[in-house]
């Protein structure tokens, strides 16, 4: 396990390093961020360029045992290079060009912003490529920016040029002759502002999905002339942000890593754990934490800070999802900038504020474990699928405002993780070969090769959930010429007669626990057979007269290896969802981690490759609990790696307290 800070020497006087340094050690800290907005330290005028203070910090961190990732400074160009370019600025959307001062106003397909870009980067990987103390890169700061710059325009005409070669084929998939929207040349193609043709606003942000792929490859074709095979290159996501398509960008780094806040309120495992699934999915890999919230954040409605122990309770909890790094943003406020009253380790005078006991804590803990989780990583039998096309086009017309494609997926997220049934969040094009049982949350868009591989899935024994909203699409946007789940409608034995965005819930009888009673609430769709062995699990109760009585859910056997394809027309009620897990989770033989946890305690696991298991246990709760596990095998022990205590059939875990479980030999 990683730990450490975003650090800013360039904020403080040089005498004050050594003593920043010191409380970093004190806290565990083996690893600082530095440099990602400082490009007007390194760069203060143009092309004279001063390393020598970043040098010096590198050195002390590294005399104290810190290793150092550097982030490309480019999310915060300095003031001479938007003075003397201004055409590097980003555009608004309403016409005017962002300020200087607040970051990320540039635009990321700028040609000279590329220039500036290559240049910096390539300087900073001449220096320090070669060198031992950093251990690796992160690109930019969470990519956000969209310039609806007349370049921009132009360049997105040039892309659609590519991409469908002749200007008929753009009109046929966009069905431009509606509204009289057909073109005739690609300059008369429109940047989208708000509502637009679905063909186009779905291109847009493919569009946008490219400029970052190409600014990103820039950065990491510079780093690479000089940095070392050894040194990673990652950049930090903001967990479900849309603005781009995040399994393309993340495909050309090493591994992804993410910034999490809470924000206001407090962490809800149950949800949070999918944005910690999500982006170990954008790699099928462990990822990196780059950043978190030392008790507050500055930028709510209400920054409340977290409880004492919510911190410790966080760090576990990525743990058990697959993170390999934490690091807190950040050590220290500048006393002048914008984030002056955002939580950190340090307050105004230098001293530890009050969360540092607690990051201290984390960092004896993740000493003690490091060693084990080393190599470990998550291995699920059930995934979810994850589509930005899919979420573009149903955010774009929710036809139901509350119908939130993020908040769907994690509706059935969360009945998995009250199980502690691991899930991977992948995405829709994901091979599926390693797991039993995939759900299918709202993809609207089908492509030929998710049809493909959900086929292959169900054919070969797998069990699949399409639920809602599944199939509408074909991948320009356009409807299918087929009910819903359009290709997939002879597979799954049911088409989606109609579909209904609901003023009120509906009521639901189901089959699968004794009769359960629930409730549809937001969205329905009537299920139609058109296949004699479809079997109906729920139906609609009393409702709108089209509903009454008609089929909610449908499952379908699929081939010999016992492949089934279940149809769930419902935005189903908690315990109905609930239920319906437990059913998934019995019929595919997937087994539910250790019995009766109670609610609020969490259990996550890390394989090791010789097939060891870890197990953490987080208590999420403000009471003291008593675990039924079961007896080690003979000659060996459940160990906690934390207190180095062993247990028997009993695990106590106190109030807010974590337990890192494994079987030792006696
Ligand atoms: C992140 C950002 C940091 C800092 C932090 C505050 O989104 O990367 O630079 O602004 O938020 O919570």
């Known amino acids: 396990m990683e730990f450490g800070s975003a650090w800013y020497p360039e904020h403080w006087p040089e005498e004050r390093w050594a003593e920043d340094v010191r409380l970093m050690c004190e806290a565990g800290f083996i690893v600082a961020r530095i440099g990602e907005f400082a490009w007007s330290s390194l760069e203060p005028v143009e092309g004279h360029f001063q390393f020598e203070w970043m040098d010096r910090a590198i050195c002390l961190l590294h005399k104290n045992g810190i290793s150092v990732v550097i982030g490309t400074p480019t999310a915060a160009p300095p003031a001479w290079l938007t003075h003397h370019n201004p055409e590097v600025l980003a555009v608004e959307p309403n016409g005017r060009p962002a300020q200087h001062g607040n970051r990320c106003h540039v635009s990321p397909g700028n040609s000279t912003y590329h220039k500036y870009t290559r240049r910096i980067v390539e300087q900073l990987a001449r220096r320090y490529g070669q060198d031992e103390r950093v251990i690796g890169w992160q690109i930019d700061n969470e ?33 431009t002759a509606y509204w009289s929207q057909s073109y005739t040349d690609w300059n008369e193609i429109p940047l989208p502002i708000g509502p637009h043709n679905p ?27 000089y940095a070392r095979p050894e040194q990673w290159i990652s950049h930090n996501f903001m967990e479900w942000f849309e603005g781009f398509d995040h399994y393309e960008v993340s495909a050309d780094l090493d591994f992804a890593s993410w910034d999490w806040c809470v924000g206001t309120g407090h962490m809800n495992h149950l949800m949070t754990g999918a944005a910690h699934d999500m982006i170990r999915g954008l790699k099928r890999k462990n990822f990196w934490l780059m950043e978190t919230q030392p008790g507050s954040v500055n930028w709510q409605g209400v920054n409340n800070q977290l409880n004492r122990g919510e911190g410790r309770r966080m760090a576990w909890h990525a743990v058990a999802h697959g993170a390999d790094a934490l690091l807190y943003w950040q050590l220290r406020s500048a006393p002048g900038g914008q984030e002056q009253l955002h939580g950190s380790l340090l307050g105004p ?53 509350d119908f939130d494609p993020v908040g769907f997926l994690r509706h ?24 039993r049982l995939v759900i299918v949350p709202a993809l609207v868009i089908l492509s030929e090769k998710t049809m493909e591989n959900l086929t292959t899935f169900v054919e070969g024994g797998g069990t699949l959930l399409l639920t809602i909203r599944c199939g509408q699409k074909e991948t320009h946007n356009a409807l299918f010429p087929t009910r819903q789940p359009g290709p997939l409608r002879e597979l799954a034995g049911v088409e989606v007669e109609e579909y209904f965005a609901l003023d009120a819930a509906v009521p639901i009888y189901s089959e699968w626990s004794d009769s359960l009673a629930g409730e549809s609430t937001i969205w329905a769709e009537i299920l139609k057979p058109i296949a004699e062995d479809v079997q109906i699990l729920a139906k609609f109760g009393e409702s709108n007269g089209w509903l009454d009585g008609r089929c ?17 027309g419902a935005w189903l009620s908690d315990t109905l969802q609930d239920s319906l897990t437990a059913w998934l989770l019995e019929t595919t033989h997937i087994d539910v981690p250790f019995s009766d946890i109670p609610t609020g305690v969490e259990v996550g696991r890390r394989v090791s490759e010789a097939g060891e298991e870890i197990w953490i246990f987080i208590n999420h709760k403000n009471h003291s609990v008593t675990l039924n596990i079961p007896s080690a095998p003979a000659g060996s022990a459940n160990l906690d790696l934390l207190t180095d205590e062993t247990f028997e059939a009993a695990l106590p875990i106190p109030a807010d307290g974590i337990r890192v479980l494994t079987n030792q030999q006696a």
């Open 552 to 568: 909610a859910c449908s499952c379908r056997n699929v081939g010999e290896k016992g492949g089934r394809v279940i149809v769930l």
């Open 349 to 401: 005078d230098g001293a530890p504020r009050p969360f540092y006991s607690e990051a201290a804590q984390i960092g004896k803990e993740f000493k003690k474990v490091s060693k084990k989780l080393r190599g470990t990583t998550i291995k699920n039998s059930v995934a979810l699928l994850h589509s930005y096309d899919s979420r573009w086009s149903i955010n774009a017309q929710r036809h139901h405002k």
């Open 199 to 225: 063909g186009l606003m779905l291109a847009f942000k493919q569009f946008i999905t490219k400029i970052w792929c190409d600014f990103q490859k820039i950065q990491i074709a510079s780093l690479r002339l």
């Open 412 to 435: 059935c997220y969360r009945s998995f993780a009250a199980r502690n049934v691991g899930t991977d969040i992948i995405s829709a094009e994901a091979d599926l070969s390693e797991f």
């Open 143 to 175: 990519y956000n920016r969209i310039d609806y710059s007349e370049a921009t325009h132009r360049q997105f005409q040039v892309y659609l040029k590519e991409k469908f070669v002749r200007i008929q084929s753009l009109n046929d998939f966009w069905s």
